[in-house]
């Protein structure tokens, strides 16, 4: 670990990411936000963390950024004294709450999401985009088990587990046509369709189609319906967030997204993050409730 009470040092790093922010008098202001997210979470932070973060920017970023909300929101957060097992531990009523972090990229090939097109009018790629989101939740769901398999499990029976994606690098996914990616990512809705009066032209009637997965280029199927499955039952949410620390909210956490899973072993309460929006199925009715300033209990 590179020692010092700053996030960042001198020498060129891996992370192209890294030297700009640091080196860039155009970025002072992200330079010393994340300064001052690590004087909040350099307690908690694995032995590496500083190491890391010169290789994979974004993505410990983005670790850093959840612990500080999830601090800032009231919560007891564990010192991370090793790489093995999921990025956060929150203690809450006794219990844990595990949260693991991920930030994937457009992808490469026939499966990625296409490039900007400037100057152009073109088709949102919300099929490439919900891969994106879907094939991260299916990663982190392979360690969940691994998390538990083992004669020594990290995670408990009785322990909560989220998965908590951010799109910053995802190109296009900051605009969702109808509900946010995350929702599509998880449950079972496809296209918003309308209906019309024959005679006056009117919409009538919405509602969502039903889509249960996505097909890869080579037509190899990614569940998104993963939230109405009983396998996936040991994710208790997905958490999303799109902010990286150039283009980020000014308010934190208001950007987030949380969808409980209606089918998890251990639910999650409702409203238990005084942060974002919440999104849970209720008698088959999708149920929004943006946070607020209420107390997460």
């Given amino acids: 670990m590179i020692m010092g009470n700053t996030f960042f040092s001198l020498g060129q790093a891996i992370d192209s990411f890294y030297n700009r922010v640091r080196d860039n008098p155009d970025r002072k202001d992200a330079h010393d936000f994340v300064e001052g997210l690590w004087q909040k979470y350099e307690s908690y932070a694995e032995p590496d963390f500083l190491d890391d973060a010169r290789k994979d920017f974004h993505a410990k970023t983005w670790e850093m950024y959840l612990g500080c909300l999830f601090l800032d929101s009231g919560f007891n957060l564990q010192k991370k004294t090793k790489k093995e097992g999921p990025d956060l531990h929150l203690l809450w ?118 889509r249960d997965a996505i097909t890869t280029a080579k037509s190899s199927p990614v569940p998104t319906d993963i939230f109405v499955n009983k396998d996936y039952a040991g994710i208790s ?10 283009n980020r909210p000014k308010t934190m956490g208001v950007e987030v997204h949380v969808v409980n899973n209606p089918l998890a072993y251990n639910k999650l309460p409702s409203g238990i993050f005084p942060f974002g929006t919440e999104w849970r199925m209720e008698n088959d009715t999708l149920i929004r409730k943006d946070q607020g300033e209420q107390g997460h209990g």
């Fill in 93 to 210: 009523n006794n219990r844990s709450i595990w949260v693991e972090a991920t930030a994937p990229e457009s992808g490469t090939g026939d499966n990625a999401v296409p490039e900007y097109r400037y100057n152009e009018v073109s088709e949102q790629p919300s099929d490439q985009i919900i891969l994106r989101f879907a094939s991260a939740i299916q990663e982190k769901f392979k360690k969940y088990k691994s998390y538990r398999s083992n004669d020594k499990a990290i995670i408990k029976p009785d322990d909560f587990y989220i998965i908590a994606i951010n799109s910053g690098r995802i190109r296009y996914s900051l605009g969702a046509p109808t509900l946010p990616y995350i929702v599509l990512s998880v449950l079972p809705f496809g296209d918003l369709v309308f209906t019309l009066d024959n005679k006056s032209g009117k919409v009538v009637d919405s509602s969502y189609g039903y």
């Fill in 237 to 246: 949410a997905v958490l999303c967030s799109w902010m990286n620390i150039v």
